[in-house]
């Protein structure tokens, strides 16, 4: 009879029971991760579907508005057109260029377009700037939306004006950037004369006049 040392990693009878049941709790984890409504395929999905920015700055969903430049992505400002392709862009944009951005052909000069910087004009003046409350025949006072639609963002008035800024800014068209900014701060100062220096306004103020600084 060969004895058998205690040390030996011999399976004893009583060892099977326990094995068992540890592949059994090890089978049931399985499976209940299968049954995870979370499933890796839906994870993946969630990963490879890229986040939208709400202002629009994303490359998978930004747009070019019919007012924008498409060099700096901001409101056109100086409205300047190629000659002879006649594709239009800022002033301070298109002046770095020898050949049009868009189509390649050589700039012979560039011209003002008064006729659109006119409208991009006006529509700042009627559907960006923050407005202020303006009397009606009855007496009262009403207030338009404070919300721009514009390319595929909405933004309130005074935010739409200085995300634009922000994007001439960006593409060093300081001169852009300058004349909104400037637009901005003196609709800020026209509510503060009317509803008092509140907090909310002055710390506005003060930003977009340290914007303006860094410009």
Do not use: W
């Not at 299968?34 to 747009?63: H, L, R, T, V």
């Not at 901005?184 to 340290?210: F, H, N, P, W, Y």
Request: charged share 25%; glycine share 6%.
């Amino acid at each position: 009879m060969t004895p058998v040392c205690p040390f030996v990693k011999a399976s004893r009878p009583d060892d099977s029971t326990p094995k068992k049941s540890g592949e059994n709790s090890v089978k049931h984890q399985a499976d209940s991760d299968s049954k995870c409504p979370f499933s890796k395929k839906e994870a993946s999905d969630s990963a490879s579907s890229s986040p939208k920015c709400p202002f629009g700055y994303d490359q998978n969903s930004f747009k070019i508005g019919p007012f924008s430049c498409v060099i700096c992505q901001a409101l056109l400002f100086e409205s300047s057109k190629c000659v002879p392709c006649a594709h239009i862009f800022c002033k301070a944009c298109i002046s770095r260029f020898k050949d049009c951005p868009l189509c390649g052909a050589d700039i012979e000069k560039i011209e003002p377009d008064t006729n659109l910087q006119g409208l991009v004009d006006r529509f700042i003046e009627g559907h960006a700037r923050i407005r202020r409350s303006v009397s009606s025949n009855q007496g009262e006072e009403t207030k338009e939306s404070g919300q721009v639609e514009y390319e595929d963002v909405s933004l309130e008035r005074g935010s739409f004006l200085v995300q634009h800024a922000m994007r001439a800014f960006r593409a060093q068209n300081l001169e852009s950037a300058k004349s909104r900014l400037s637009i901005c701060a003196e609709d800020i100062r026209s509510q503060i004369e009317k509803a008092g220096d509140t907090t909310e306004l002055c710390s506005q103020l003060g930003a977009v006049l340290g914007m303006l600084g860094d410009c």
